[in-house]
């Protein structure tokens, strides 16, 4: 059974025979262990998707199990079990990393919406990297928007995967096996703007020789994505706004209307509010679009995701052959990604490009710049990694000639005094030069 889909459930009891009821019905098969020390052989063996941890466990505080867990099973959804009297212990366990809590005592209904709810989440977060405490939360807030039918604003910098995060709302919905149609609105032309959203007849404009559907249209019983929608002109903002209250759409040129079941995402690089403030952008569409609002965070602002970010593009693109070394990692930890995402997976694929080896090293990256905190260790870090080359060839070419210095200093194209004070630099780096024939 080791191929099933399993729930963990950490607690001093078995469950009663409701509860295993309950799970099985789900779909999961149920382990149980209440020895904190045995949660590892468990995660081991069988990698379960979900995990239960029960609030009455003597060997360790809920939040800092929760913790364990969590990095134990970076894949699986934790959800704490908490009394009624204990709303402080479970947000703890949400800062932790739990995804959601249960009250105890819980119904089974209640039992069987948390694990539907945290699977629902675990479908969109396929190929989305989240480990950072603040990109968990905004999953979480990502996640609950998703078992409803509201509208979504998601804002944020260029390049911090606002399209990304729509999708996960999307997957994690009811919605997740019918179409997600993304519409870059800065990207099209305003004048074809409105035929691209709502569709066109044949011979409602200049150029109309076929009928084509709108972006909502091709949307329907789906999810759409409107980006950069700050974008908009005004004039089509209110064509928008009605197509929003009346959830119809009529193509150019047609006198029918076409009925919507859509859910609408928006996002933007730009605060909405303040270009309502300006005059840019409609009041009465903004409140339209603004019922759930996320706030997608800058990648130096969540700096726990930049290394397994930087490990998923070099899987992702190197086919799992190569690794950042311990001095490029560094470095990209200081660095203050001014591009975000966008960039981080720009310069991996420009480093894979660039890499003679297995190991990607700082001059593969060739940041644009260090974070100025940081310049001083980068610069330390390019040098030391440039000396650590010069040291490997050195005892290669040493190893090539069995130690012989002068064979060694010849193919080199160094004088033998030059050999001996670089072998002597090299002992004082610890390199094992006495181990070669002299």
């Not at 019922?291 to 992702?316: C, G, H, M, T, Y």
């Not at 905190?373 to 070419?397: G, M, P, R, T, W």
Request: hydrophobic share 45%.
């Amino acid at each position: 059974m080791k191929n099933a889909a399993y729930v963990l459930w950490i607690a001093p009891q078995q469950p009663d025979a409701e509860v295993r009821q309950c799970i099985q019905s789900e779909g999961y098969q149920l382990l149980h262990t209440a020895d904190v020390t045995g949660i590892v052989g468990l995660c081991h063996d069988y990698q379960p998707a979900l995990a239960f941890i029960d609030c009455d466990l003597p060997q360790m505080a809920l939040p800092d199990l929760v913790s364990l867990v969590c990095r134990k099973l970076p894949a699986a959804q934790i959800i704490s079990m908490v009394g009624n009297d204990q709303s402080a212990l479970a947000s703890d366990t949400l800062q932790s990393g739990a995804i959601d809590y249960l009250l105890k005592p819980f119904f089974c209904s209640q039992l069987k919406t948390s694990i539907r709810n945290a699977s629902a989440m675990s479908r969109g977060l396929k190929d989305l990297v989240a480990v950072s405490h603040a990109s968990r939360q905004i999953l979480q807030l990502a996640n609950r928007a998703a078992q409803t039918e509201a509208s979504v604003l998601i804002l944020g910098e260029s390049g911090t995967g606002k399209e990304r995060l729509a999708q996960f709302i999307h997957q994690a919905s009811d919605r997740a096996d019918k179409p997600f149609i993304a519409v870059n609105c800065a990207a099209i032309p305003e004048h074809m703007l409105e035929a691209m959203l709502f569709g066109h007849n044949k011979g409602a404009f200049t150029g109309a020789v076929n009928q084509q559907i709108g972006k909502f249209e091709a949307a329907n019983g789906g999810t759409i994505l409107l980006d950069e929608i700050s974008e908009l002109p005004l004039a089509l903002q209110a064509k928008l706004l009605r197509v929003l209250q009346e959830r119809e759409v009529e193509r150019l040129g047609s006198n029918s209307r076409i009925k919507l079941d859509i859910r609408v995402i928006a996002a933007s690089n730009k605060n909405l509010r303040s270009q309502v403030e300006q005059g840019q952008f409609r009041e009465d569409l903004f409140y339209r679009l603004d019922v759930l609002p996320l706030s997608w965070p800058a990648l130096r602002e969540r700096r726990d995701d930049i290394l397994p970010l930087a490990e998923f593009f070099i899987n992702k693109y190197g086919n799992g052959k190569y690794r950042l070394s311990r001095g490029a990692a560094d470095v990209m930890l200081q660095y203050n990604w001014p591009g975000n995402v966008r960039e981080l997976e720009n310069i991996m694929q420009r480093a894979l490009v660039m890499a003679r080896g297995i190991e990607l090293q700082i001059a593969d990256l060739n940041l644009p710049q260090c974070h100025p905190q940081a310049a001083a260790i980068c610069a330390s870090l390019l040098k030391q990694s440039k000396k650590d080359a010069e040291f490997d060839y050195i005892l290669n070419v040493l190893n090539k000639f069995n130690g012989h210095r002068t064979r060694t200093a010849q193919a080199l194209g160094v004088s033998t005094r030059a050999l001996r004070y670089k072998i002597a630099a090299m002992r004082e780096h610890g390199v094992d030069i006495d181990a070669l024939a002299s």
